[in-house]
């Protein structure tokens, strides 16, 4: 089985996959933090970003969305939808949220968490649900790319030749395990994906240096659900948060076993290929490369920066909306969540902002 096969189902196998069978996956009782883990303050910054792009955009519109995509089990939405409600019930009746989510599972959980908000909130069980409403606003997720299935490629060099095999999951000899397989990639399977051919152009300078097991990742997921994704809104943003990298190397020297790897319990598992279904598999997101996705579909690149400097950018305004009673109170506790969202030993660096956007209302 190709890997990215076997991730897909590890994650999101409706009977077995980690995201069906785990219901608490963030926070101290599950197996990793996220920026939402920080309080309602990751919530209300992004709700104050988003009300001014609204902003821009509001002329001649009845109604503008928030779309959130991936949205686990709805605390973000809540935080969101929160700070509209009390802070802007100007912008109010004229909002509705949008959950992209094609679990069953998951779409029950997120209705118990937000049901104060019925009515306000919309459920699509797919991007191609939510292009049909063609809707106008932001369409955002946070640290869904990383978890989207990924191609692995290993390098193999034999004398002075080297080629590019693609790694598979097979049984162990005592089939009670997995191990990792590798198979030749066709020609024709190079040029059937561009963006695939696209990364392996990048890597071609490298190609007489490289060792043998080096090992690069290829987003298929994510490069994919961006592609839609961009053809969704008529107008509007469509950004990304993650954990990842904007330099535009597809693979770095110093991580010659790629970047995937497995969490459980707050704790890396050595074996990515152990027990899948109960443990997370995630990867770094390759941000330059998705950029020139979204780009190629037609969108503008607005941001491509750390979250700790995308932040700062709006603490001025922030700051201002504090002191007209427009935002909460700087106390004790917001300050140490502000802390952890933008210093750089923390999540500040490690987590990136891709914003692009769709500027007419015109079908792409």
Known sequence: MRFDRFMDRALYDPRDGYYERTVEQIGRKGDFYTSVSVGSLFGELLAFI???????IRAGKARLWLVEAGAHDGRLAADILGWFRLWRP????????????????????????????????????????????RPSGVLFSNELLDALPLRR??????????CWRESGVGLAA?????????????????????????????????????PT?????????????????????????????????????????ERGEGSLR??????QVADVLANPGGQDLT???????????????GLRTAALCPQGRWFGEWLARVEAAVQRGAFPVWDAVRRRGLLTLVHPEHLGSRFQVLIQERTSCSEP
């Open 153 to 162: 490629f290993v390098w193999r060099r034999a004398g002075g030749a080297g």
């Open 90 to 133: 100007a912008d109010w009746s004229g909002l509705d949220y949008g959950i992209v989510e094609p679990s069953p599972a998951r779409r029950a959980i997120q209705r118990r968490r937000l049901g104060a908000f019925a009515g306000k909130v919309h459920w699509f069980g797919s991007l191609a649900e939510l292009k049909g409403a």
């Open 213 to 253: 097991g080096f090992v690069w990742e290829h987003p298929a997921g994510a490069v994919g659900w961006w592609a839609e994704a961009a053809n969704c809104l008529s107008q509007g943003w469509v950004v990304a948060l993650d954990f990842g990298r904007a330099d535009g190397l597809p693979a770095l020297p």
């Open 50 to 56: 988003f009300a001014a792009r609204l902003e821009e």
């Open 283 to 297: 990867a770094d997101v390759d941000f330059d490369l998705i950029r020139r996705v979204g780009e190629a579909a």
């Open 174 to 210: 005592d089939d009670t395990s997995f191990i990792w397989s590798e198979s030749e990639v066709p020609i024709e399977e190079w040029e059937a994906s561009p963006w695939l051919a696209v990364g392996r152009e990048r890597l071609r300078e490298l190609e007489p240096v490289l």
């Open 262 to 267: 497995a969490f459980r319990g707050h704790h």
